[in-house]
T-cell receptor, first 115, second 115 residues
Framework: AQSVTQLGSHVSVSEGALVLLRCNYSSSVPPYLFWYVQYPNQGLQLLLKYTSAATLVKGINGFEAEFKKSETSFHLTKPSAHMSDAAEYFCAVSDLPGANSKLTFGKGITLSVRP | DTGVSQDPRHKITKRGQNVTFRCDPISEHNRLYWYRQTLGQGPEFLTYFQNEAQLEKSRLLSDRFSAERPKGSFSTLEIQRTEQGDSAMYLC?????????????FGPGTRLTVL
């Protein structure tokens, strides 16, 4: 079975500081990996996805993530945090297309940005 | 509007009552998913439709839960004899299948409170 572990439930950074949100996965097949962001009272929005092409994936709003098979990790980074980045972030894993492609999510990390 | 819509956005009900939620996917999407998200957790898969066929149900979906997608368009999720443990955010997502490499677009969710 596939699973995702997001270490820590809350990360706080200063505006302009580096953002690093950790995600480790477990999968018996080559995984498809995703990062979603959820703002209060809104649905989930896709930030970026890894689908076995380039290991460094660039997403929206200046976020990027690097797939490291040896570490089974897919950590999300942003060089400089902005106040508008405050939200909840979810890492998710999916199986290959052709199956039902359901997503298995981690518990999420709440990102706070201090002025 | 080309996004996924859900109705109602909020529902408060008394224990034992039946509730029904509606999801309208992006019009050309043939896949539709329901997830449940409780406080402090990531979304958990409930069920999946490809067109009008319900192809998978999670064991989280007890006999009190039923979902339909008549004509492969909108979907409904009904909960009978609601319990306090059913209180959660119910999220709907749609995708156009494997050609887009599993990208799911989420609606804003229906928040259910069972008193």
């Amino acid at each position: 079975a596939q699973s995702v572990t997001q270490l820590g439930s809350h990360v706080s950074v200063s505006e302009g500081a580096l953002v690093l949100l950790r995600c480790n996965y477990s999968s018996s097949v080559p995984p498809y990996l995703f990062w979603y962001v959820q703002y209060p009272n809104q649905g989930l929005q896709l930030l970026l996805k890894y689908t076995s092409a380039a290991t460094l994936v660039k997403g929206i709003n200046g976020f990027e993530a690097e797939f490291k098979k040896s570490e089974t990790s897919f950590h999300l980074t942003k060089p400089s945090a902005h106040m508008s980045d405050a939200a909840e972030y979810f890492c998710a894993v999916s199986d290959l297309p052709g199956a039902n492609s359901k997503l298995t999510f981690g518990k999420g990390i709440t990102l706070s940005v201090r002025p | 509007d080309t996004g996924v819509s859900q109705d109602p956005r909020h529902k408060i009900t008394k224990r034992g009552q039946n509730v029904t939620f509606r999801c309208d996917p992006i019009s050309e999407h043939n896949r539709l998913y329901w997830y449940r998200q409780t406080l402090g957790q990531g979304p958990e898969f409930l069920t999946y439709f490809q067109n009008e066929a319900q192809l998978e149900k999670s064991r989280l979906l007890s006999d009190r839960f039923s979902a339909e997608r008549p004509k492969g368009s909108f979907s409904t999720l009904e909960i009978q004899r609601t319990e306090q443990g059913d209180s959660a955010m119910y999220l709907c997502a749609s995708s156009s299948g494997p050609t887009n490499l599993n990208e799911q677009f989420f609606g804003p969710g229906t928040r259910l409170t069972v008193l």
